[in-house]
């Protein structure tokens, strides 16, 4: 019998990241990473290469998260200190500076295997924590003397709390009977590293262009990372062109932002679908990161949506753990639920109301974003708004983690 304050299940940058704070914060902890996790699946290159994943857009907040995490100082980031702008409907450009509200950067560029193996050391090295390679939950039944389980090895487990933390098909979800709502996009993704004639520097590059908007991310020298979302059936025909071919799309669709592009080195098809929980916890259980919700990949906001949650609930549960009561009681895991829920239902339609927006190339809706973009470029107050809510690391009710001095 494994005897543990919280079983995490998952293997992700939600359950490390949570696993890590309750046990900084003094509960013993075991990781079940037997079980699917929150990164997004990998598919098949179309082209043979390797095969990249999506990299995380890492906001101040999540700077400040890794920081008190002790995972920050073994992962190398490229700095993103500003953001260029591009509305081909409206003929609207638009940039954004770190500069302007006195940050040395809007956030970084990294990558989710580097995350999670940074993150994963740290966890291994701290006294209090176990990980039982290869285990996920079969069963499980909770009570108020706590949560009794059977692993999938034939183990028996006992833990004050669960916390699911194992993706988008979360297992653990399911034994605990919480629905899950899930629509797509009506498009495909297609993420590629190139090799581009100028280099990115520390600016990333968006190019609205209707229904196929292009960003652009620095990796390298002059290397980038392209997130192309195109409509349902187009991804694979893409994926599969010869490389003069899909470099060529690619200067096109991108407007030749960074020049034209010299070389592809990966290539990947990727399904963005929108889910959310119908609630994050239920007795003695929390669900983090893609496990509670998934958003559309354009803003790359998952990562930093999973730490605030891993934050978030590591701050409720040590805080009753600390007074003295149960941990695993319902008083906090509905306050982190209350905390976290809406944060990620606003980024989710902030995201979807952007793609509708931009989407547009007929009507009313592009000289509206025109003078949109306009006078948010003519208004210092504006664009300094803008760029706070951005780079995130601002709002009034981030988790202790994830606030602090500049870093």
Known sequence: MTDTDVAI??????????????????????LLDGAGHAAAPREEAEDGRA?????AILDLAGERVLEHLGAWPRLRARAVDSLELEDTGSGSHLTLSADEIGERRLGYVLEHGALRHALGEVFDALPGTRRLAGAAIDTYTASGRGVE????????????????????????????????????????????????????????????QGEAPVTLLPGGEHECIALWPVPRGRARGLCAADEATFARRLSDASGALLGPVEAVLTRQVLHPRRGHAERYTGQRLALVGNAAHTVHPLGGQAVNLALLDAATLAESLLEAHEAG?????????RRYERRRRGDNQRMQTGLDLLLWAFGAQHGPLPPLRGLALRTLG???????????ALSGGHGPDLPALARGPRL
């Open 378 to 388: 003519a208004s210092a107050p504006l664009r300094r708004g803008c760029i706070r």
């Open 9 to 30: 299940q998952g293997a992700g940058t939600a359950a490390l990241a949570t696993a890590l704070a309750l046990a900084r914060g003094g509960l013993t902890v075991t």
């Open 149 to 208: 389980a059977r692993l999938s090895d034939g183990r028996q487990l006992h833990a004050r709390v669960l916390v699911g933390a194992d993706g988008p098909s979360s297992g653990l979800r399911r034994l605990a009977g919480v629905g899950w709502r899930c629509t797509g996009y009506g498009q495909e993704a297609v993420i590629t590293r190139v090799r581009t004639q100028r280099a990115p520097g520390a600016t990333l590059r968006q190019r609205f």
């Open 325 to 333: 009561r149960d941990p695993g009681g319902i008083g906090p895991l």
């Open 51 to 55: 095969r990249p994943e999506l990299p």
